[in-house]
Structure formats: C-alpha cells, structure tokens
C-alpha cells in the first residue's frame, strides 16, 4: 500500500460537516486527485446526540452512492473507546471491526489502527488479533495511533518475533506548535524500522490557518476548544513568521503549515480536515509546494521548545 500525499480526515464528518457538506468536501477530494480518507469508529462520539461512528456511516454511504471503493484507501481505529482496559482486547477489536465495516459498508479495510496504547492489554494479544483480520482479509494493513516509543518498539520486536502482522504506520499528534510529542525518540524510530509517519492535527485544529488571531475569533466555532490553548505569544508569533512566508511563496499560512510538515524526516503525508471544497482546494495546493532549505529553517527556530499539548481526539 502506498500512502498518498495528502490524507483526508474524516473527524469532521458528522460533526461540522454534515452528510450534503461531507460529500462535497469527499467528491472535491477525489476529483483533486486524492485517495486516502481517514476516519476512526469513535467519531464523531463527542457531539451531544452522536454515540460515534457517524463520520464511518457518512463515509459508507459515499462510497455506496459514488461507487468510489476500488478507487480509494479507507483507514479507520480501534480502541478509543471504550475508555479502560480491553480497548484493544483480541474480542474488542473482534466486534468493532465488524461494526466499521458494516457503517463503512465494505468487506476489507486498507488501514487499521490501534488508536491509542492499551497498556492492560497485552501487545501479543492485540497484534494477534490484527494479525488474524489481515490473514482473513478484512484489513489489508494496519497502523499505531498515540504510541510512545518504547511500546511502539516492543510492538515492532513482537510482530518479529512471532511472525505476526507489523505496525507499518504511525499516526502521531504533530504539528508546527506541536513538535515535542513525535521528535526524537519516536521520529528516530520510525526512519530505522521504515514505519511512515500521517500526523493528525497538522494544522493545531485550524489555528495555523491563520483564522483565530484573537479571542472574538473564536466565539461560535466548533474548534474553539482545541484552538484556544494556541492563541497566546508563542502561537501568535509563528503565525506571524507564517504570515510572513505565505507572501514570499504566494500562499496561504495553511499551505506553508503543511508544507513545512510533509518536509520533515519520516513524515509521509498528513492527515487534514475541510468542511468545505473551498479548503480542499487549499489543501490538495500545498502538497505541491516546497519551501526553500532557508524558509524551512526559519519555521524551525520560531517552532522550537514548544509546550506539551496532549493528543486529542486524533
């Protein structure tokens, strides 16, 4: 499976983006030339009146009505929920992935990740249990999601040593004001062991598309939230240097976020939300966008040092 080199996420399907919008934003993608749609069995469960899986069923439904399955990668996860132990039990996923491919009405997903660590359970247990649906059929590869380190290299030392199906992706929280979680040990072991690396949240929820630049901002946005913890200097001031190359390459601080992304080591393509075929023009345009070695070089000093953000939601 080759991933492309920009992925669609599906977090907002069924949330800010209702089924009309989200197809709209589907058809635009593929039109554009994209393949990959991202999704999870968890979204989108926060919305008051959704219990999760909503974005999966929007997906499904698509897919049924354009006839767009052979023409498209489908990567969805397992074990956000429930919260607590046996998230990635072997009869967990067992059932859940049952329910993705019914909501996503399809027989095989391309990519399925754990999507995040479940420390109760053990490794052996959960790979088994991936590996059994790869030999079956209904995935055809699958991914880690929020992993640390050491659990991500424990899990590449057991796939080995019991000739089990192997995590070949990594979906980390990673971004421009976001870099602590995913540098050094993580990265370093992604570019030894050949695991490509789709970070959700590459644009800090919308922050770095340069929309939110003071409180009133954010008022009524569905992100307000997950973008506030950005609107201080630290925040303020790379939107400025964003700002700043965006007029140099003729772009919008959104390209050059995502820009600046895919050039780092590791990274594959990430993994970016619209609500509309307005944004999905943007972004589809920033994949074919390259900064200068000096550009690069500038986003990393003003990026550097930045506060820990935990994962959410990715």
Request: charged content about 20%; hydrophobic content about 45%.
């Amino acid at each position: 499976m080759t991933t492309p080199p920009l992925i669609l996420g599906g977090n907002v399907f069924g949330w800010s983006a209702d089924r009309a919008a989200s197809f709209g934003v589907l058809d635009a993608f593929v039109a554009g030339g994209g393949r990959m749609i991202d999704t999870a069995d968890v979204y989108s469960a926060w919305v008051p009146g959704n219990v999760g899986g909503e974005s999966e069923t929007i997906i499904g439904e698509w897919l049924v009505n354009r006839g767009r399955r052979d023409d498209v990668l489908i990567a969805t996860k397992v074990g956000m929920k429930p919260d607590g132990p046996g998230a990635l039990s072997a009869d967990r996923i067992a059932t859940c992935v049952e329910a993705s491919l019914k909501r996503l009405r399809t027989d095989y997903i391309d990519l399925y990740y754990a999507h995040r660590d479940d420390a109760e359970t053990p490794l052996e247990v959960t790979l088994g249990a991936f590996d059994r649906l790869v030999r079956a059929g209904k995935v055809r590869a699958i991914g880690a999601s929020n992993y640390d380190a050491a659990r991500l290299a424990r899990a590449e030392e057991v796939s080995s040593e019991q000739g089990l199906a192997r995590y070949t992706v990594l979906q980390p929280h990673y971004n421009l004001l976001v870099r602590e979680l995913f540098e050094g040990s993580v990265q370093e072991l992604c570019l030894a062991q050949g695991i490509a690396v789709v970070p959700y949240f590459p644009l800090a929820s919308g922050f770095l598309t340069g929309k939110y630049r003071k409180p009133a901002d954010l008022e009524g946005r569905a992100r307000r939230v997950a973008a506030e913890k950005y609107l201080n200097e630290f925040g303020l001031r790379v939107l400025a240097v964003l700002d700043k190359i965006a007029i140099e390459s003729n772009a919008a601080p959104a390209q050059i976020a995502l820009a600046w992304l895919s050039a780092q080591p590791a990274v594959t393509a990430p993994i970016a939300s619209a609500t509309s075929v307005a944004q999905i023009e943007e972004l589809l345009a920033a994949m074919r966008l390259k900064l200068t070695a000096e550009q690069l070089a500038t986003l990393n000093a003003v990026s550097a040092k930045t506060p820990g953000v935990p994962p959410r939601n990715g």
